[in-house]
């Protein structure tokens, strides 16, 4: 049995990808940088784990290195918060 | 203007500086600190040990953050506060007046006495000072023996053999974290670090660290009652931590294991204030003062300090202890509580290799959850429940944590689970399709809580 069974399923994956943001858990955030580190653009989502933000700029390709090697599990795909969204358009 | 001085730059005086700043924009802010390297993420030091990450990346504010928020740092410890006169006095001479002061001085590693602690090459990890002295040393250490228990003795055993230093565990009992793990979890951690090369000493004593020439050439032990001695030029230490409090003793203020504060952070002497590892703090549902020694603890209750020391009138409320760490490779989360509720003299019994609490630990870990269990397990992903009446209050997730967010919100929300109780306590219960499910229809009835 793998837990992880339960949620995902390939063609899911796929679809988070695409339709989805990373989202932190501040909670578990110990600030250590490791996702800002891996960051292929550079982004800093440390900074967003701090604030409690969803990667929600367009420069994000989604490609899962800071969810994959936090190593809290901190980051995860979800749908970014409504508000989040409707933030970014009125800027 | 008031005049607020916090002494420590840690994760708890940070927070608190951070929100003083947001309540008064004019207040003058003091942060003293005697660590050279002022304001870092702790817990990623273990990551710069394993080489994941390189030094920098663990300052986690820019130097102009810190003079946008108009903190001043001054580079000295402190020697003594007098808490009548509102004064303290700095190991450089100076003598500083105050009209709030937080203690926020974190905790240190305990250390053992055996003879030969003196040499060059007996390392504890509370630092980035400890850090950068441990990566500087093995460079030329082939072998070393790592002491102690916890999160911290994993953190060395597995940074140094990151780094290609063959390394040697010691445990004085017959398992790993005895005190918070259960035996599977513990065979799965020790499992896995003998996979990776390290050699675990059951049964083991350390007795003495010998040495030329002021350094470590080996050390003498028991093991399983026999002498040993195992040549190496390293030997690490994480036996547990002590709450730096000399300061608040001295200034008389009530201590325990800790500087005893009220639900306001409050210390006993009039405008004195304690937030994180040196705090022990009520906890309303055990109803005893206990320690923690967790990153997001400290934030919070720096955040409530500063905001109190401000003006303001924040409780901090002790939540469900909470910690997220990554165990020989393995992501576990332990919340609430899930020990064996052992004590000894009125304190949470620790296990064997260590003399109180550790970094990443809190207290409540160990009381009894006094309430039902149910666990499963499949390769190292591992599943531990408990369950008080129809409420979750503890539970370790290891490996796998597809589960350990909807845990972590039944816990914390303390959500009736009373329609899946019989079937999480049933024999061979599929407790993860049963959470997972029950979480499916949770998250469509609560989806603004939980976001």
Request: proline residues 4%.
């Amino acid at each position: 049995m793998n837990f992880r069974s339960i949620f995902s399923k390939t063609a899911q994956k796929h679809e988070r990808l695409a339709s989805q943001a990373v989202v932190p858990d501040p909670q578990r955030c110990v600030q250590c940088g490791i996702c800002s580190y891996n960051c292929p653009l550079g982004i800093d989502v440390r900074l967003h784990a701090l604030q409690g933000l969803a990667v929600v700029e367009s420069k994000c390709l989604t490609c899962g290195e800071c969810v994959k090697r936090c190593p809290r599990g901190v980051l995860r795909f979800d749908a970014a918060p409504l508000e989040q969204i409707t933030l970014k358009a009125a800027k | 203007m008031s005049l607020y001085a916090i002494i420590g730059s840690g994760a708890a005086g940070l927070a608190a500086a951070n929100a003083i700043r947001a309540r008064d924009p004019a207040g003058q802010i003091l942060i003293l600190t005697a660590d050279p390297h002022v304001h870092y993420s702790r817990p990623g030091l273990a990551y710069v040990l394993s080489g994941e990450l390189p030094e920098k990346q663990v300052y986690q504010f820019p130097r102009e953050f810190f003079a946008r928020q108009r903190f001043e740092f001054v580079q000295s410890g402190v020697q003594a506060i007098q808490t009548d006169a509102h004064t303290l006095r700095l190991e450089d001479g100076r003598a500083l007046r105050y009209d709030r002061l937080l203690i926020a001085t974190g905790a240190t590693a305990a250390m053992p006495e055996p003879p030969g602690m003196q040499l060059e090459g007996v390392v504890k990890l509370d630092s980035m000072a400890d850090c950068q002295h441990i990566l500087n040393l093995a460079r030329r250490t082939r072998r070393a023996v790592v002491v102690g228990g916890g999160i911290t003795a994993l953190e060395l055993v597995e940074g140094l053999a990151a780094r290609g230093v063959e390394v040697h565990y010691f445990l004085r009992g017959d398992r790993y974290w005895s005190a918070v793990l259960d035996e599977v979890e513990s065979r799965i951690v020790e499992r896995r670090l003998a996979h990776d090369g390290v050699e675990i000493h059951y049964h083991t004593n350390l007795v003495e660290v010998l040495g030329q020439k002021g350094r470590v050439t080996a050390v003498q032990a028991e093991e399983n009652g026999r002498p040993l001695t195992l040549p190496c030029q390293m030997a690490a230490f994480a036996i547990g931590i002590q709450p730096r409090m000399e300061l608040a003793v001295q200034a008389g203020l009530k201590v325990q294991r800790g500087i005893i504060v009220d639900d306001h952070l409050r210390t006993s002497a009039p405008d004195v204030f304690a937030a994180g590892d040196v705090a022990q703090v009520f906890d309303a549902q055990s109803g005893q003062y206990l320690l923690d020694s967790l990153w997001t603890p400290a934030i919070q209750q720096g955040r409530a300090a500063g905001a109190n020391m401000a003006g303001g009138d924040v409780i901090y409320e002790k939540k469900f202890p909470f910690n997220v760490t990554r165990l020989a490779g393995l992501v576990t989360t332990i919340i609430g509580r899930v020990g064996k509720g052992e004590t000894a003299g009125g304190r949470p019994k620790g296990d064997a290799d260590v003399a109180g609490i550790m970094r990443g630990d809190s207290e409540l870990w160990r009381l009894s959850p006094e309430a039902v269990a149910a666990q499963t397990y499949a390769g190292d992903n591992r599943l531990r429940l408990y369950l008080k009446d129809n409420v979750m209050v503890g539970a370790v997730v290891m490996g796998d944590q597809t589960l350990s967010r909807p845990i972590q919100v039944l816990i914390q929300e303390q959500v009736d689970l009373g329609e899946l109780r019989a079937a999480l306590l049933s024999d061979n219960a599929d407790l993860a399709r049963l959470l997972g499910d029950f979480w499916e229809g949770y998250q469509v009835k609560h989806a603004a809580k939980i976001a």
